[in-house]
């Protein structure tokens, strides 16, 4: 596990490419913005921790960093996963349809 990355989060994978579709339709070819790269989660971690430490010191940043990715694992060992165990159970069983798990 990603400390940091709660289960099923939605996440560009790294080195994938991001575009604004939605502003660069009406414009002309040579005026198309140019594709950026996706940071990593490690990436923009350290930007933030750049920008924390703007005002905090860097003890307090790294304990705030830690202490946020022991909560992502405490909720992911006490509630995601023995909940997601149960889902694969019940769509074992039939019980769940696996495309509409949340259907009666």
């Not at 990593?40 to 003890?59: I, P």
């Not at 940043?61 to 990715?69: E, L, S």
């Not at 889902?87 to 349809?97: C, E, K, V, W």
């Amino acid at each position: 596990m990603v400390p940091g990355s709660p289960i099923g989060r939605p996440c560009r994978r790294k080195g994938e490419f991001l575009v604004n579709s939605k502003k660069s339709n009406n414009l002309k070819s040579d005026q198309q913005p140019q594709a950026r790269k996706i940071a990593t989660w490690e990436q923009r971690r350290q930007d933030m921790k750049g920008v924390c430490l703007n005002c905090h010191s860097a003890t307090y940043v790294d304990k705030f960093y830690q202490q946020y990715d022991d909560v992502v694992v405490l909720y992911n060992d006490k509630f995601a996963r023995p909940a997601q165990r149960l889902m694969n159970d019940l769509q074992t069983d039939g019980a769940l349809n696996p495309k509409a798990p949340f259907e009666h």
